[in-house]
């Protein structure tokens, strides 16, 4: 009976571990961090991106400062990062107060994370960006092509709660230079304070995307200060999404029609968003 027993519980652990070698690849194919499998924009020569993500390092609930750790979702800051990069583009990483951004530990377990994020904590020089970013406020954003906002549950906490980062999205969509903005997930609450010369709000009417409710409530995060789906429909968005069987594992992109913002629903639209940014740039 002993021995029976011990087999069993072997064959169990066999199983066990095999799953758990096999879970990121399952993930993957269930939809998580799809490739990229679109066109490659051809960029041209001096180009320069900017990406925002957040200084936030808590998940606490409202009036707390303790809580789990979060920050940026390492993906959506590393997708676009090298491939902005990759097609010849300076980036800059910049951030609300400038300094530090946290990268929520989660998004670089072994189920999750990305080759992008493999290669960021082998780059010296990107991890240097992220550990002195720059500050929001210090910076013109039209001397910049693109301007992309990084998302994450941290994102939650500071950039839709920016009078300066609205200012600099206005400013930036108002120059002659005209950079493309936009972001994915969390990130496009940067957007929600821009305004045009009239005071009222300038994502107001155009079609646009970010994390929805659903996939909020399916992981069980209600603590966070602000919803992208919910703010940009406050917002005056028209609002567009897909689903899955869990909308962890669905994506979407959406460039509005006068092809000034381009936005990605979540950790899996990364590749595509930076992509249609600079397809648009590039023409």
């Not at 107060?97 to 994370?113: A, E, F, H, M, Y």
């Not at 381009?262 to 990364?270: D, I, K, R």
């Amino acid at each position: 009976m002993k021995a029976k027993l011990l087999k069993i519980l072997g064959v169990t652990a066999v199983a066990v571990g095999l799953l758990a070698l096999a879970l990121p690849t399952l993930l993957h194919k269930a939809g998580l961090h799809p490739e990229y499998l679109g066109e490659i924009a051809q960029v041209p020569a001096g180009k320069r991106a900017l990406i925002i993500a957040t200084n936030q390092a808590v998940l606490s609930a409202p009036g707390e400062t303790t809580g789990p750790a979060t920050g940026v979702m390492a993906s959506e800051m590393t997708h676009p990062y090298y491939n902005f990069l990759d097609a010849g583009i300076a980036v800059d990483i910049a951030s609300i107060q400038g300094g530090n951004i946290p990268v929520d530990p989660q998004t670089l377990s072994r189920i999750v994370k990305t080759p992008e994020d493999d290669r960021f904590m082998a780059d010296p020089e990107f991890l240097a960006k992220v550990k002195n970013s720059l500050r929001v406020a210090d910076i013109d954003f039209t001397q910049y092509d693109i301007i992309f906002m990084s998302g994450g549950w941290g994102a939650a906490y500071d950039l839709g709660y920016s009078p300066v980062l609205g200012e600099k999205v206005s400013d930036a969509f108002y120059a002659a230079h005209r950079p493309v903005i936009g972001g994915v997930c969390h990130g496009v609450l940067g957007l929600i304070n821009a305004k045009d010369r009239e005071g009222n709000l300038l994502i107001a009417g155009r079609r646009m995307t970010g994390v929805t409710d659903k996939q909020i409530k399916e992981l069980g995060i209600s603590s966070t200060p602000q919803h992208p789906e919910t703010e940009l429909r406050k917002a005056g968005v028209v609002f567009e999404s897909k689903s899955a069987f869990r909308d962890f594992f669905a994506t979407h992109v959406v460039v509005d029609d006068e092809q000034r913002f381009v936005t990605g629903q979540n950790q899996n639209s990364g590749h595509e968003t930076a992509q249609k940014m600079m397809a648009i740039i590039a023409r």
